[in-house]
């Protein structure tokens, strides 16, 4: 077989007139095939298709064939491999919704009293989760961020988003009327603390 092979491709070259149909493995054109060993089949030979990493078998044990100069077989014969896993979790947050298809993008949302601060795509690719997680921040304000906070009484309280902080000062001070105000986990403050000695 195999000197009818080259016997066939040698006369095929040489006098430009096809003796033999043949099919070369470079001429499969689908995504995730590979195309190594073996390169050029005579009529009635075939292989078993392998696939790269990323893609599987669409039907395992299927053969790919040349038949007169053309393949036939279960085409195509490898797709991509979907995400078997959830996709990675994130702090102070979950995964609202993913189906884990090729492509697919993981939907990310945060815990009560969170916000997403920095959103990203999370992507199926190729069996594989992949891009940067999205952050979840706390959108509470606490005393103890404060950054002009001389006299402030830190007594654990939290301020949520859109309220002024209920000013507390130490012994020995007394609110000043400034009243730093939350917004999205961040102290919007004036130049003074909001505590003065008395």
Known sequence: MQMQK??????????????????????????????????????????LPSCERGYQLAKPGEKIVCRNGIWTGYFPPCVVVSCQTAPPPIPNG???????????IAVYECNKFYFLAFESSVQCALGE???????????RCYIRNLRKKSGVLDDGRVTFSGEFLNVRCSEGF????????????EWIEQDLSPCKES
């Open 129 to 139: 989760w992949r891009g940067n997680l999205p952050i979840c921040k706390d959108t």
């Open 174 to 185: 007394t609110p000043n009327g400034m009243k730093p105000t939350c917004s999205r986990g």
């Open 94 to 104: 979950r995964v609202k919704s993913y189906s884990g298809l090729h492509g697919s």
């Open 6 to 47: 080259i016997l066939c491709l040698i006369l095929s070259f040489y006098l430009r007139v096809a003796f033999c149909a043949y099919c070369d493995k470079q001429s499969l054109s689908f995504s995730g095939v590979r195309k190594d060993g073996t390169r050029l089949y005579l009529s009635g030979e075939g292989f």
